[in-house]
């Protein structure tokens, strides 16, 4: 695998690394984009139609439902060879992770602090009083399109998915730190994203309008790929394992 001579100049000149992730980072463990048409029984409806406050007040246990059939999928499912680059790049380096992914494979590959953007799937609250929600998601064996969510056991109301839904904002603390580590950032690796999701999809003009290289990887053409200053069209899993690889001779010497 041939490492753009750029993206492994910058990556040896950073001394502060950006690693932002999107669903394309855990499509080679197996899980389905965003882009992608939903899978099984949710594979008629778009994540738009499902991930909204206004979904869940419809038919809160019809929301559940998919949040625990991605719950599910997620629990079967490894971190991939990106996952675990960066996670070794960490040990070598100054390198975060801010992500839009709600799944946690990047902590299951080592990478810690992770900053989740959208929130985690493995988080919940009470849609009412926002209490965190500590007990037991059984997660059914077989798909089924409705669960009744648990019920808060401080005030009564219904636990939802600890995730941002289209429409709410992001928590602020998440994305402060996002902006913060961006604009400090040498490098911004952007890998996986479509750059259509607002603010997250603005961080890598956020990262170039400070004065970082800005490296995408992605194997199709995107809405960040303007804004990067080099383009890589390779898929997460291959790319990332080449470019560290390149890189820990270097970062083991210093
Ligand atoms: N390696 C790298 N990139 C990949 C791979 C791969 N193996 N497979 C697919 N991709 C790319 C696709 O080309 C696409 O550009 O990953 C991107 C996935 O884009 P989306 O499905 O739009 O996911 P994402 O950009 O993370 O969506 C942002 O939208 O639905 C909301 O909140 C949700 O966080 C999500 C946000």
């Known amino acids: 695998m041939r490492v753009p001579e750029a993206a492994l100049e910058a990556a040896l000149d950073a001394r502060r690394v950006v690693v932002v992730t999107g669903a394309g980072m855990s499509a080679e463990s197996g899980v389905p984009t965003f882009r992608d048409a939903q899978t099984g029984l949710w594979e008629r409806y778009a994540a738009e139609d499902l991930a909204t406050p206004e979904a869940w ?41 801010v992500t839009q992914n709600v799944d946690d494979l990047h902590e299951r590959a080592g990478s810690r602090d992770v900053v989740h953007l959208h929130g985690s799937l493995a988080s919940f609250r009470c849609a009412r009083c926002e209490t965190a929600y500590a007990g037991t998601v059984d997660v059914p064996d077989t798909e089924v399109d409705r669960v009744d969510p ?105």
């Open 57 to 97: 007040d419809r038919d809160p246990a019809f929301v559940w439902a998919w949040y625990l059939s991605r719950f599910g999928a997620v629990a079967h499912v490894e971190p991939n060879a990106g996952h675990r680059a960066v996670a070794r790049w960490a040990a070598l380096a100054d390198v975060r992770v």
């Open 150 to 254: 648990p019920t808060c056991p401080r005030c009564g109301g219904r636990v939802r998915p600890g995730v941002v839904w289209f429409g709410e904002l992001l928590p602020l603390d998440a994305w402060e730190q996002a902006v913060a580590l961006v604009e400090a950032a040498d490098l911004v690796l952007v890998v996986g994203t479509s750059g259509i999701v607002h603010p997250a999809a603005g961080l890598p003009a956020v990262a170039r309008r400070a004065g970082a290289a800005v490296v995408e990887v992605n194997p199709l053409e995107t809405d960040v790929s303007d804004v990067a200053h080099v383009v890589w069209r390779e898929s997460a899993a291959m790319a990332l394992p080449a470019l560290v690889d390149s890189l820990a001779p270097a970062l083991e010497r210093r």
